[in-house]
Each structure stands twice: as structure tokens, then as C-alpha cells.
């Protein structure tokens, strides 16, 4: 009877500890799970609720390029965000990536119509796009990504 | 049925509780998460679509630089004023010398100095009224809106004379597009 008890409390011992470290793992999986849930919801989110839009490009000389992006989404983009995104232009012979740049070959923007930093809904930004060649005549598309991969295209000829 | 199995199958029902209710309280915030944005996605993708206007007439006095049209909200949303700095006005013309430009004007009621545009007034079924929501332009807010049927009498300053023919573009704050053409 004596052993049969200790040999139940030996055992109800090791289910307790058992059953604590099951229940510990369990629980960290499970806010892992939450938090890569969360995660990927924000993104997807965030992605959902951004949308710009080329509105004009043209050429203003035989090497530059300036469009014109409007904020159609409800995301507001900070200054860093905003240089994050990536020009793509596809011309009639070579398609060529731009990353922002404040001189020589590259991109850059200014903020028009906005009371803050900020490039908020409905505000437009005027990019300038700088390439290392010259422009020949042809049609041309241009790709804007912003920084979570949200694109607009705009397709315009040069004579 | 032992003491150490009575424990255990506490144990195994408290970690399907646990993780039944851990579960449910992840699909729920996820699907909260998801049902917000997909809210806030169709409320902005209705505002595009419910957003429209419409350059009807355009007249341009080409020594001057100054363009005046009248633009018609033809959507189903109003347009409030303090919102015209939203608006976008792009306008490709040539200049005396012949050399094609492209310019983004700025809105301003003010209209200090060129380039900029500004509404001259607004007009409801062909006659020079506003009784819906009426547009007052103030030096720091306008209140007001520019509501369906409505059209404004924009003027245009370039600041430079222009020659043989003028392209404006219009968009809306939501992005909504309308254009004209018109020889000088």
C-alpha cells in the first residue's frame, strides 16, 4: 500500500512537470504564431490601404524625366518612406531601375501641395528622374513602387 | 482511476482550452484587423469611383497667359473646399518662342502672383449660385463644398503668354481625371 502511494506521488510528480513544460512550450508557440499573425495582417493591411497614381510624365530634356505621383491611398508616407520606392523605366530598347538619389543619375521629389512632410492622401510629389543616357523617341512606361511594393505605371511617348 | 491520471486529464483539457481559446482570440483579431482595412480599402475605392469631374468649356486669352473653364462635378461626393489644394492642374502649352512646356499649377485663392489657379465662382444650372453648402473662400480655411451638379469658373494664370494651342488636365483629390484641348 505504502510503495503503491509513492509510486502514485512519483508519478502525479512527474505529470505535473511534465504537463508545465508541455503547457510552457505550447504557450510560446502559440504567441509566436500570434505575433507573426499580426505581423503579416499589418502588412497586408497596410498594403490594402496604399495606392498612389501617376497622373503626367514628360520629358524636359534629352536626359530627364519629371512626373507627377498623386497619394490615393489613406497610408501616409514619411520622407524616409518615400525614398525607399523605386522608379523602373521601360524604354524602347533597355528597361533601367532608379533608386532616390539627391544628384547625378536617379530620382528625387518635392512635396507640392502638402502643409507638412508628409505625403498625404490626395497630395501630389513632382519626381525628377536623371538618367546616365539620352532619351530616344519612342514609348516608354514608367513604374513608381513605393516602399511596401504598391506600384503605379504610366505609359507616354517621346517624338 | 488514479489521482495522477485525474491530474493529467485536467492537464490535457486546461492545454485545449488554452490553446482552443488562444486560437480564437488570434482568427478574431485577425479577421477585426482584416475587416478594418477591408472597410477602409472600399471606402477609399468608392471615394475613386463616386469622384468624377468634368472640364466642360474652356476660353484662353493667349497674350494675357490666363485661362478660364468651367469644370462640373459630375460624381456622386462633394468636393469641400478647403480640398482644392488637392486638386491638380497640369497644363502642356507652348510658349512665344515655340518651345513646348508642361507645368503643375498651383491652387490659390489669393492668386498673388503666377503661376496659380483659383475659382472665380460657382454655378448651379447654368446661373451663378450655390445654395448647397455654400463656398466661402477664408485667408487661413474655406468652408463649403463643391457638391454634385455644381460647376466652378476656374481661372488659370500661366505667367507667360502662350501660343498655338493648350492642353489642361484635371484630377480630383481622389485622383479622378478629366482634360480639354483648345487651339489659340
Redesign the interface.
Known sequence: MSSTMIS?AI??V???VA?SM??QV??IS?TR??YS??WA??D??EK??T?V?I??A?N?SSSEL?F?V?N???VSLTRQLVKMSDVVLVGPSDVSEFSYSDSGSGWSYSL??SEDEKWD????I?VTLRLDSQLEPGDYTLIFVVYNGVKTEYTFTIG | M???TT??TV??A??LI??FS??L??VV??AE??R???R??VA?DRQ?FDERIDIEEVAVDGSLGLIIMNVTNIGETSIMAD?F??I?L?I?YYDDSGNMK?L?V??SQEGASAPYWKVRRVLFQGGEGDLINPISFGLSESIGAWDPHETLEIEIAVGESLSRFVYV?M?S???G?SSIATSI
Request: charge should be negative; glycine fraction near 8%.
Open positions: 502514485e508519478i502525479m512527474a505529470v505535473i504537463g508541455l503547457t505550447f504557450l502559440i504564431f500570434q499573425s499580426n495582417t499589418k497586408l493591411s490594402m490601404l495606392s497614381l497622373i503626367y514628360t524636359s519629371i507627377w498623386k490615393i491611398g489613406a507640392l501641395n492622401y490626395g497630395e501630389t513632382q | 488514479g489521482l495522477s491530474i493529467a492537464f490535457t486546461l492545454i488554452t490553446g488562444l486560437n482570440v488570434i483579431s485577425t484587423f482584416l478594418a482595412s477591408l477602409d480599402g477609399m475613386v480640398d489644394r488637392l491638380d497640369i502642356v508642361t503643375w498651383p491652387y488636365f484630377y483629390p481622389s485622383g481625371q
